[in-house]
């Protein structure tokens, strides 16, 4: 839970915010804790007098495409399929603002000597097997062949040690995951492959290139696993976002900034 006072469009405003799925508790249990915090206003899923969960009407356009939607799952995953706004500016307009490109806030991490030109964030977790692209071997082989210092981030004690590893290089790849959040919010140039989630709502700040599957619809929001959806993307196509990324930043390869 975290207390916020931000001045916005002129005035300040007071917010608790109770953070729910992907990486914290999961979303009944902030719900159930949302009935003991005092608030003129709710933006969000709460708890009803049934005990069941809902959300509010002004949180409706994110929530209308959760698991929690009123749609169902399957009606959920067609409207996120046809959503093309960010999440930002779907939370910012919930809340009555306008989101203009306002940045991550990110605590200061925790150095851990981790350097290089490219990081490879290959780790997607059990809940979404398919993010896991299926070539990050063969992508990393090619990059260290061009003389370019590569590597697969490691697993860390704490997020701010995470984030470090992220910010210490001149690009990151990897999927839609933590690693590619840490690297908007550091402005880490990023290349992130979209295997089976929205690649819509993710926004890129100027410094993301997004490399969507041609097999997107076909897996899209599927939590099960298929080796179509893992290889659909070639290693060519990100081997070209990879470099024009570096190249962007002034890195050529054989001249590797991490020798």
Known sequence: MDELAEVVGGKRVSMTILYGPRYFAPLRYVALFLKSVRCNETFGAYIDSANLLRYTKNSASW???????????????????RNRRTYQEVIFEGLEFCFTGEKYVLPEPIETGLLGDVAIAADSGPVWPMKKWAYYAELKHVLEAKGLKVNVLPARNSLLE????????????????????????TETPCVTLFNCTSPWEIYDYGIQKKIISP????????????????TAI??????????????????????????
């Open 215 to 230: 097999r997107l619809e076909e897996f899209f929001y599927k939590r099960g696993f298929d080796r179509r959806a893992t």
């Open 63 to 81: 929530f209308d495409l959760s698991l929690i939607s009123a749609y169902g799952k399957e009606g959920a995953d067609k409207l996120k399929f």
């Open 234 to 259: 070639t290693v060519e196509e990100v081997l070209r976002g990879v470099m024009s990324q570096l190249q962007g930043s002034g890195i050529v390869p054989n001249h590797s900034i991490a020798k």
């Open 162 to 185: 995470h984030l470090a590893d992220v910010r210490n290089h001149r690009c990151l790849v990897g999927g839609d995951s933590l690693p590619m959040h840490f690297a908007l919010g």
